[in-house]
């Protein structure tokens, strides 16, 4: 069984997705069912967490097969995105394992490649700083720092490097090993954004380390 990976930017959307899910494959289990293992938003998503949904897929089930589902894996830390590899690629057939996100840039590359991808509002991987993101790959640290000083919405632009690097990415699997190590590096920061670490830093400190155009 693959597990399913949902995106969106609506919870309600998210949980209507879930139980129609949870019904078509199997008509005996709910969110309140022994066999399901939900975690909500706003829970703590680390490994601990990850070890737990492994150990619960171990287990023998009370009726059909078990499930479990993670409301934000969003808010999976990497080492718990990576803890959960294995898992995912080893559910028992009758599992069923959800995670939902509301952006697939949120979730590392190795866990995508192991889901079935589900938009429930798709939007294009298409955004109005792009053209501003290419010119920052050739450009000076001088220059990047200006432009983040400049900025309005940070935040957006924060979401924009996300976006950008991820669809690079699903573009060119093999690119420069230095890009997937700024996506990594990403993922790493929205952590510490979670954290409320000031977003200009976090930009600045992703000017630094950016890699050039010629990567």
């Not at 080492?79 to 559910?91: G, I, R, S, V």
């Not at 920052?136 to 432009?147: K, V, Y």
């Amino acid at each position: 069984m693959l597990a399913k990976l949902l995106i969106s930017s609506s919870l309600e959307n998210i949980k209507e997705k879930i139980n129609a899910i949870l019904a078509l494959q199997s008509g005996s289990l709910n969110l309140n069912h022994p066999d399901v293992l939900y975690f909500r938003t706003g829970q703590k998503l680390g490994v601990a967490e990850a070890r737990k949904i492994t150990r619960h897929f171990s287990l023998k089930p009370y009726s059909a097969g078990r499930a479990a589902i993670i409301e934000q894996a969003g808010s999976l830390t990497l080492e718990a995105q990576n803890a959960l590899l294995k898992t995912l690629e080893e559910l028992p057939k009758e599992a069923i394992f959800i995670l939902a996100a509301s952006s697939d840039a949120q979730i590392l590359p190795t866990v995508t490649s192991r889901c079935e991808i589900i938009y429930l509002n798709p939007q294009p991987l298409v955004s109005k700083y792009e053209g501003d993101i290419e010119k920052l790959l050739g450009s000076a640290p001088e220059e990047r720092f200006a432009f983040i000083e400049k900025l309005k919405d940070r935040e957006e632009f924060f979401h924009a490097l996300l976006i950008f690097f991820h669809k690079d990415l699903r573009l060119h699997p093999k690119g420069a090993p230095s890009n997937i190590l700024f996506l990594k590096v990403l993922l790493q920061t929205e952590q510490w954004a979670r954290q409320n670490v000031n977003i200009r830093a976090i930009l600045e400190y992703l000017m630094l380390v950016m890699p050039d155009k010629k990567c």
